[in-house]
């Protein structure tokens, strides 16, 4: 039979000569919190180098320096936008994940909420397969890329405009509605 034995708390253990601090080191250790430098967010400003390590590992570089000023009623180019060059590095991906399709007359990609650019002169575009590129929107470099290589890019707005059309026929038109009568 085993009895049980009550274990004395730590701060009542931490008695006697010496034991001031109760295993904290010297007593001006654990004051404030001007040991830790300062509670939350302090030190982490303009000239601060001691959390500075912390801020760019939490928020990356972004968080220093300057971000620029606009009014407030202009608004910022939130567009996304992608270079031919980078589509055709990616072809691979988009068709794993399923936003690219192969066809029988190339590849399909959705890029639907995409502007495509045609790139720089570094990042030349060589059109090794005819792509099919849906799209909101396209610079004219681009349109003259994908045609030289074979493909095309389809604008929504136009696809939107041919798709009108060819839903309603012109015989339906206004057949269908009822007619209201006032009193």
Do not use: C
């Not at 009623?73 to 936003?99: P, S």
């Not at 399709?101 to 060589?126: F, H, M, P, Q, W």
Request: glycine share 14%; aromatic share 4%.
């Amino acid at each position: 039979m085993t009895l049980k034995v009550k274990k004395r708390k730590k701060n009542i253990r931490m008695r006697g000569k010496g034991m001031g601090t109760h295993g904290g080191g010297a007593r001006k250790k654990r004051k404030k919190s001007g040991h830790r430098g300062g509670v939350g967010m302090s030190g982490s400003g303009k000239r601060a180098d001691h959390k500075k390590t912390l801020i760019t590992k939490l928020y990356g570089s972004g968080y220093f320096g300057k971000q620029g000023i606009t009014s407030k009623k202009t608004e910022r180019d939130k567009r996304k936008r992608i270079n031919l060059f980078e589509v055709e590095l990616n072809l691979e991906k988009y068709l794993k994940k399923g936003i690219a399709k192969k066809t029988s007359s190339g590849v399909e990609i959705n890029l639907k909420d995409y502007k495509i650019l045609g790139g720089s002169n570094r990042a030349e575009y060589v059109g090794k397969e005819k792509i099919t590129i849906i799209a909101k929107e396209a610079s004219k470099s681009a349109i003259e890329k994908i045609k030289e290589s074979g493909g095309e890019i389809i604008l929504l707005k136009k696809l939107e405009k041919r798709k009108g059309k060819e839903l309603i026929p012109k015989e339906k038109v206004g057949k269908d509605k009822p007619k209201t009568v006032k009193k």
